[in-house]
């Protein structure tokens, strides 16, 4: 329980209280797998102003485990469909805002539902489309669910964000009202494709904006879904239009686009500091980013090594490091670093490389080729700078894995101070190692990047943890989570936002204060 009337859905920590709840999980996962498989090559319509539309060409969206195979076909939109998407948004958002808050959190409440019930096949076609294993397929399916209910909580919780205010003259009734901008545009990411853009279209509508959502083109399918389950949930079809093609043709014109009242945004840095200059730049709007991180986890002389090892492992190669939370840097206290390294040396060999869809495979692919140059590039600079892979350092590309976009967990030691691995965000599954010695010291190199998404730590004193804590730049900050040392925010329990170049704003995903970001202060006075 997270908070009075909202829990989180958590199948996988209630699959694994009971080998029969286990067994029961796979099997599910499995009947779904085979279920969704008879769906795959279908083409996708775009979804705008309650119509069916299409486009002259398509674009097939594939398997990263299996180039070969289409898991579905979208439509190469353009602009024109852009210009379409958000003239059937603007004219719906009175009527949707006209709602009231209470049957909009109902419908997203009942959203959450429905998602849940389909939960399996959702997690099946994740694994289809981005590669994640299934536990991190329901993971990232478990947190959609969470966002529906959690989001329609905070509505009820505080009653629409309306307030009553003081009585500065006799007479006067003062009230705050929170109301919507109008027409937000939605981009999403590859990386957490039913997650994300469901927690950023829904803190959108449940405000009483109308969107247009365009997925990433790596993940549409997921997105897709999103909007099916929110229209079977009751939402109006003019109030969710969906748009998909490629960045130039599409998010471009979108964020350019003079009725988008708002844009909420996940994606890389250099992209999202485009877009904010040129949105901003234009007229005072909100632009809600995530940008991503250069996350550190710090392994003091008093830690408790197995618990480091695990939540160094977990957030280092969790869907392969493509996470904006994943730990791709970690100094280790000089007394403890040879037994360290050596520990998760051993773990990260153990991980199983291949078919996301086996059980036992925990370890995918990356989402593309790009992904695979990226890992190959970090290997080479490292490399030249006399860095040692303990473990890794291949792309595998023969045999088993010939068709799809696998490499191997890396982990590297003895690279200088300052170089590109501490510094740039790979979005791959690599993680720099150092040794250090004063606590102080690490800190500063811990702040010494432009991002400040998240960062954990592993000591048993307790004074230790605390100066940590006040003094990393950070959004999101762990202490001895062996679940994950960098990542695994939940919604309702960690917000989910960053400092620095990690985001636009301070206030985070999942927690108490997100859906106010889609909102403006009026304020009301009326003269008794």
């Given at each position: 329980?997270?908070?009075?009337?909202?829990?989180?859905?958590?199948?996988?920590?209630?699959?694994?209280?009971?080998?029969?709840?286990?067994?029961?999980?796979?099997?599910?996962?499995?009947?779904?797998?085979?279920?969704?498989?008879?769906?795959?090559?279908?083409?996708?319509?775009?979804?705008?102003?309650?119509?069916?539309?299409?486009?002259?060409?398509?674009?097939?969206?594939?398997?990263?485990?299996?180039?070969?195979?289409?898991?579905?076909?979208?439509?190469?939109?353009?602009?024109?469909?852009?210009?379409?998407?958000?003239?059937?948004?603007?004219?719906?958002?009175?009527?949707?805002?006209?709602?009231?808050?209470?049957?909009?959190?109902?419908?997203?409440?009942?959203?959450?539902?429905?998602?849940?019930?389909?939960?399996?096949?959702?997690?099946?076609?994740?694994?289809?489309?981005?590669?994640?294993?299934?536990?991190?397929?329901?993971?990232?399916?478990?947190?959609?669910?969470?966002?529906?209910?959690?989001?329609?909580?905070?509505?009820?919780?505080?009653?629409?964000?309306?307030?009553?205010?003081?009585?500065?003259?006799?007479?006067?009734?003062?009230?705050?009202?929170?109301?919507?901008?109008?027409?937000?545009?939605?981009?999403?990411?590859?990386?957490?494709?039913?997650?994300?853009?469901?927690?950023?279209?829904?803190?959108?509508?449940?405000?009483?904006?109308?969107?247009?959502?365009?997925?990433?083109?790596?993940?549409?399918?997921?997105?897709?879904?999103?909007?099916?389950?929110?229209?079977?949930?009751?939402?109006?079809?003019?109030?969710?239009?969906?748009?998909?093609?490629?960045?130039?043709?599409?998010?471009?014109?979108?964020?350019?686009?003079?009725?988008?009242?708002?844009v909420v945004f996940t994606g890389s840095?250099?992209?999202?500091?485009?877009?904010?200059?040129?949105?901003?730049?234009?007229?005072?709007?909100?632009?809600?980013?995530?940008?991503?991180?250069?996350?550190?986890?710090?392994?003091?002389?008093?830690?408790?090594?197995?618990?480091?090892?695990?939540?160094?492992?977990?957030?280092?190669?969790?869907?392969?490091?493509?996470?904006?939370?994943?730990?791709?840097?970690?100094?280790?206290?000089?007394?403890?670093?040879?037994?360290?390294?050596?520990?998760?040396?051993?773990?990260?060999?153990?991980?199983?490389?291949?078919?996301p869809e086996s059980r036992d495979n925990?370890?995918?692919?990356?989402?593309?080729?790009?992904?695979?140059?990226?890992?190959?590039?970090?290997?080479?600079?490292?490399?030249?700078?006399?860095?040692?892979?303990?473990?890794?350092?291949?792309?595998?590309?023969?045999?088993?894995?010939?068709?799809?976009?696998?490499?191997?967990?890396?982990?590297?030691?003895?690279?200088?101070?300052?170089?590109?691995?501490?510094?740039?965000?790979?979005?791959?599954?690599?993680?720099?190692?150092?040794?250090?010695?004063?606590?102080?010291?690490?800190?500063?190199?811990?702040?010494?990047?432009?991002?400040?998404?998240?960062?954990?730590?592993?000591?048993?004193?307790?004074?230790?943890?605390?100066?940590?804590?006040?003094?990393?730049?950070?959004?999101?900050?762990?202490?001895?989570?062996?679940?994950?040392?960098?990542?695994?925010?939940?919604?309702?329990?960690?917000?989910?936002?960053?400092?620095?170049?990690?985001?636009?704003?301070?206030?985070?995903?999942?927690?108490?204060?997100?859906?106010?970001?889609?909102?403006?202060?009026?304020?009301?006075?009326?003269?008794?």
């Amino acid at each position: 329980m997270t908070s009075a009337g909202f829990t989180n859905e958590n199948t996988w920590l209630k699959a694994s209280a009971s080998p029969e709840a286990l067994e029961a999980f796979h099997h599910a996962y499995e009947a779904s797998l085979k279920k969704v498989r008879g769906t795959l090559g279908r083409t996708y319509p775009m979804l705008i102003g309650g119509r069916e539309v299409t486009a002259a060409k398509t674009f097939d969206d594939t398997n990263p485990a299996n180039r070969d195979e289409v898991v579905a076909r979208f439509q190469k939109g353009g602009p024109e469909n852009v210009d379409q998407a958000v003239a059937a948004a603007r004219a719906a958002q009175p009527a949707w805002e006209a709602l009231g808050w209470e049957k909009r959190a109902a419908l997203f409440a009942k959203a959450g539902d429905l998602m849940a019930a389909a939960k399996y096949d959702l997690a099946a076609l994740m694994t289809l489309e981005n590669g994640k294993n299934r536990v991190e397929a329901i993971y990232d399916v478990d947190e959609a669910i969470d966002f529906l209910r959690y989001y329609a909580h905070q509505m009820r919780a505080n009653q629409g964000y309306e307030k009553k205010m003081g009585e500065p003259f006799p007479g006067e009734r003062c009230t705050s009202v929170m109301r919507p901008f109008g027409v937000f545009g939605v981009i999403g990411p590859f990386n957490f494709p039913l997650a994300i853009p469901t927690g950023m279209a829904t803190g959108a509508l449940i405000t009483g904006n109308t969107v247009v959502l365009k997925p990433a083109s790596d993940t549409p399918l997921m997105s897709w879904e999103y909007v099916q389950i929110a229209l079977k949930a009751g939402v109006p079809k003019e109030a969710v239009n969906f748009v998909t093609g490629g960045g130039r043709e599409v998010g471009q014109p979108l964020l350019d686009h003079p009725g988008i009242d708002g844009v909420v945004f996940t994606g890389s840095r250099e992209v999202g500091m485009k877009n904010y200059a040129t949105f901003v730049g234009r007229r005072p709007r909100p632009y809600i980013c995530e940008m991503g991180g250069k996350n550190a986890i710090v392994v003091t002389a008093k830690a408790d090594l197995d618990k480091a090892v695990d939540g160094v492992l977990k957030s280092a190669f969790g869907f392969g490091g493509q996470k904006c939370s994943a730990a791709s840097r970690a100094y280790v206290h000089r007394s403890k670093h040879d037994a360290f390294i050596e520990r998760l040396a051993e773990k990260a060999r153990a991980l199983k490389v291949g078919n996301p869809e086996s059980r036992d495979n925990g370890f995918g692919p990356v989402v593309n080729e790009g992904a695979v140059r990226t890992y190959e590039d970090a290997v080479a600079k490292a490399k030249a700078a006399g860095g040692r892979f303990v473990v890794g350092g291949r792309a595998l590309k023969d045999g088993s894995f010939s068709k799809g976009h696998f490499v191997e967990p890396a982990v590297v030691t003895g690279l200088p101070e300052g170089h590109d691995a501490f510094r740039s965000e790979y979005f791959v599954p690599f993680i720099a190692v150092a040794p250090y010695e004063d606590i102080d010291r690490v800190i500063d190199e811990v702040n010494a990047v432009d991002y400040g998404l998240t960062s954990g730590i592993f000591s048993e004193d307790s004074s230790e943890i605390q100066r940590y804590f006040d003094r990393v730049q950070a959004g999101v900050v762990y202490a001895n989570r062996a679940r994950g040392g960098s990542t695994g925010a939940m919604v309702g329990g960690q917000s989910f936002g960053g400092w620095k170049f990690s985001a636009t704003t301070s206030r985070g995903a999942g927690g108490p204060h997100y859906l106010e970001q889609f909102m403006r202060e009026q304020s009301r006075t009326v003269q008794a």
